[in-house]
């Protein structure tokens, strides 16, 4: 909620994070009642909302396939490469409050947060780069993997 939100920014803020309020036509665009804009240590822009628009009927795919399994553990994960991980580590587990389910030091340096049941929602891993390593959805039929890559 709005509260929340303010909450969240306050708490941004008092950890030295630049918060700014996203415009209206791009919380329209999110299709959410309001959003805030920070960047994480490694300058990948996050935005944060509320009141996200609910769709009155279930999504509909372009292509026939046996649907994703979301539920209570969300729609998969994502993994991300920075090349320093350990401000990147301080920021979501200290600020963001994420929990940390596991962490290893080799063969390089990779931290897994969880928000919910699901093992990790968030990772990152140590790399020169700083991008997308990937995301991971689930679908109930493995079929639809293949029909996905094609």
Do not use: W
């Amino acid at each position: 909620d709005a509260a929340t939100l303010d909450a969240v920014a306050a708490r941004l803020e008092s950890n030295s994070v630049r918060v700014s309020r996203g415009s209206r036509a791009l919380a329209d665009e999110r299709r959410v009642a309001d959003l805030i804009l920070a960047n994480d240590p490694g300058g990948n822009r996050i935005e944060l909302f509320h009141g996200p628009e609910i769709a009155s009927e279930p999504f509909q795919p372009g292509r026939n396939i046996g649907g994703f399994r979301t539920g209570a553990q969300g729609l998969g994960h994502v993994v991300m490469q920075s090349a320093d991980i350990d401000p990147m580590i301080a920021f979501y587990r200290d600020v963001m409050g994420f929990g940390v389910s596991d962490f290893y030091d080799k063969p390089f340096k990779a931290c897994f947060f969880h928000v919910n049941p699901r093992h990790h929602s968030f990772a990152l891993i140590q790399n020169e780069k700083t991008t997308v390593h990937h995301l991971m959805m689930e679908y109930f039929a493995f079929d639809d993997v293949g029909h996905g890559l094609d």
